[in-house]
């Protein structure tokens, strides 16, 4: 039997890994919103590529263009299909949610966006990525194009606080929303004994890494390497060799790609902290997965991160290249295990309070009905 729910149009990438992925499983997969609407996914995904879109240190607007000819023609291919099917795609449809980032994401999102609006469907676009970096980078004359495109979605969501200050200098303020990530209501929190060496340190890598803050991480591993046990996943071929040439691969646990429920029921919850100190960041899901898993972080202030994480009651927070800070805060805890268990529990509790599923999405209610 048909539902006589509104359709919502899912439009972004559908295969794979990564934050926009993550949240469009959680919205349709795992949110109770579909008792008031019916889902529709449009799947942008592309063949993937072993090149690192890392704006920080490539600042590589179109880097999928140095993977070769005939990759470069296969992914064509498949956006030019997706755009020729988008539009008998949109008749089915009472409303489009659209997954938009930086860089040739925005640019991508923006053709459906005008796709969708000259069907006069009503568009809610949800932004992630390093947004403000591909914003300030761009010139004068482009940065006023973007700013025109943003005058087009009938609601844009942000994931913070952070980001809506940003975006309200950019696109109508009257349109923005504040839709934190989320994750599915967490099983109970793991047991850990409260040890004072040995413990566990996790780092998720993947082809971001120097984002995400690896080289201070390696700095302090050779001085830790007795009482803390690195742990890397998602580590790509590139880093195995620099790990390599350090002299390091003893001392750190190397992991290739982990899918993320692996991460969820075997790393997050054997290991006892989580290091994040990324140069850049929009809304890591990876923050919540581990809190929800009772890990403490030591992480840096980008991006939403000090919006949830509070210094000294949920981990600690050092600016992105203070090895001297991490290498601090890792002898902290592993020399106050009461402490870190004690921020652990902080961590899960707050995840149940404000950054599970159904308390966080509730919220799309409201957005897709005034839009509709």
Known sequence: MESNNPTVLVVGPGEGTG???????????????????????????RIPHTVSKSVIYEKQTFSFLRSGKRHFLKNAAIVARNFSLFSVELRRVDLVQLQSSDYFAFWE????????????KPVSMRFGGTFNVFYNETSPQTQALIRYLLTLPDA????????????????PPERLHIMPNAVPSPPPIPHRRPKTTGIKALFICTNEAKRKGVDTVLKVVPE???RVQFIFVAVPDSLREEISK???ESDIEMHGHIPREQLKSEFYPSADVLLLPSHY?????????????GLPLITSPAGAIPEVITEGVHGFINDASDSNGLKRDLLTLCDQ??????????CYKLIQEKYVIDTAFARFNAIWKSIL
């Open 109 to 120: 999102a923006a053709i459906y966006l005008l796709m969708a609006k000259a069907q006069n």
């Open 19 to 45: 934050g926009v992925i993550t949240f469009q499983r959680n919205l349709i997969l795992h949110s109770t919103l579909d008792s008031n609407w019916s889902f529709r996914q449009y799947n942008l995904s």
């Open 246 to 248: 350090l002299g390091l």
């Open 224 to 226: 830790l390497k007795n």
């Open 337 to 346: 295990p009461h402490q870190r268990l004690e921020m652990g529990a902080a």
């Open 156 to 171: 844009i969501i942000v994931q913070s606080e952070m980001w809506k200050q940003f975006f309200s200098t950019i696109a």
């Open 281 to 293: 960041e929009g809304f890591p899901n990876s923050m919540l997965e581990a809190m929800a898993a």
